[in-house]
């Protein structure tokens, strides 16, 4: 198994960052990305970045790109998402989520509200 507690949401106003955590924990020597997702209301999931815990390559989706950055620490246990430039429509529940292997699978966690207002 494999726990992931985010933190770091809060309320911000238009331009302003935030920093947004996601600790594992548990097997974590079986994940292979740990990635960020965010859903508004009435909307549906989507991914916003990535990393990969072998080679710490990124994938960003591009409504994020030059705004946000991905990053992980030394023991790769926690990752983190800068968001800078925020945006009232940066809105939304921001989900951190584990693809892992031996066997497939993946983990989320409970989410953090992330608030921008205009």
């Known amino acids: 198994q494999v726990q992931l507690v985010e933190s770091g949401g809060g309320l911000v106003q238009a331009g302003g960052s935030l920093r947004l955590s996601c600790a594992a924990s548990g097997t974590t020597f079986r994940i292979n990305y740990i990635g960020w997702y965010r859903q508004a209301p009435g909307k549906q999931r989507e991914l916003v970045a990535a990393?990969?815990?072998?080679?710490?390559?990124?994938n960003y989706a591009d409504f994020v790109k030059g705004r946000f950055t991905i990053s992980r620490d030394n023991a790769k246990t926690t990752v983190y998402l800068q968001m800078n430039s925020l945006k009232p429509e940066d809105t939304a529940v921001y989900y951190c989520?584990?693809?892992?292997?031996?066997?497939?699978?993946?983990?989320w966690g409970q989410g953090t509200q992330v608030t921008v207002s205009s």
């Open positions: 989520n584990a693809q892992v292997r031996l066997p497939l699978a993946a983990y």
């Open positions: 990393i990969s815990t072998a080679d710490g390559s990124t």
